[in-house]
């Protein structure tokens, strides 16, 4: 079946503007992850979502990032005000909901902040 | 929370040779996985490895959840092993994963 999927691949953007990820998750994975990486380190968690609600947002930098998932499925983090920081790329996990509880990433989006 | 360290950070081999990776945890843990991250940037699924030995063609792994460390094994290695290596760690079911820095691996020719 699909993996999980992320749009757009890439994103550039200026400094100050507000920006949209998008993660569809795997078909039947009611828990859904998002996290950060930045260039050569590992990924670090941001958000994570249990159907509807976010269970767990402590991963969140600031008040500017916040995420949605309105349905309990499709994903969207968005980034106000973004700054030359943000820039990394973001990726969206998800997997069953209990055991087991193992994690399948998206191909990331690479957000580019000028 | 968790901290997660993986060694040797770097690794150079000749196609063919054999390597072990380590991955140490400070924490029990629930849930451990190991990654394939590709000069792509996807993260592949290795293994799903909370405890136990698992063996996927050329690539086996061992975790000791009670002494808190996991090896990832690869034999006979090729230059498509090459890439960054991840072990990431979580402590229940649907939590975060706390990732290690990563190994870089580059099999030679």
């Known amino acids: 079946g699909a993996g999980v999927s992320q749009t757009p691949s890439n994103k550039v953007t200026e400094k100050g503007k507000y920006v949209e990820l998008r993660c569809d998750p795997i078909s039947g994975h009611t828990a859904l992850y998002w996290y950060r990486q930045s260039l050569g380190q590992g990924p670090e968690f941001l958000i994570y979502?249990?159907?509807?609600?976010?269970?767990?947002d402590s991963g969140l930098p600031n008040d500017r990032f916040f995420a949605v998932r309105p349905e309990g499925s499709v994903s969207t983090l968005k980034i106000q005000r973004t700054e030359r920081g943000d820039s990394a790329v973001y990726l969206c996990a998800s997997s069953l909901r209990g055991w087991p509880n193992e994690q399948f990433f998206g191909p990331g989006t690479r957000l580019t902040v000028l | 929370g968790i901290q997660v360290e993986q060694s040797p950070p770097d690794l150079i081999l000749q196609e063919g040779a054999n390597s072990t990776l380590r991955c140490n945890f400070s924490?029990?843990?629930?849930?451990l996985q190991w990654f394939h991250q590709n000069p792509w940037g996807q993260l592949i699924n290795l293994f799903y490895?909370?405890?136990g030995t698992k063996q996927n063609g050329r690539l086996s792994a061992t975790t000791v959840a009670t002494e808190r460390y996991s090896l990832l094994y690869i034999s006979s290695s090729q230059t498509t092993d090459s890439g960054v290596y991840f072990c990431?760690?979580?402590?229940?079911?649907?939590?975060?994963?706390?990732f290690g820095k990563g190994i870089t691996l580059s099999v030679r020719p």
């Open positions: 924490d029990s843990v629930n849930n």
């Open positions: 979502f249990q159907g509807t609600g976010a269970a767990d």
């Open positions: 990431a760690v979580g402590p229940g079911a649907n939590s975060k994963l706390t």
């Open positions: 490895i909370p405890s």
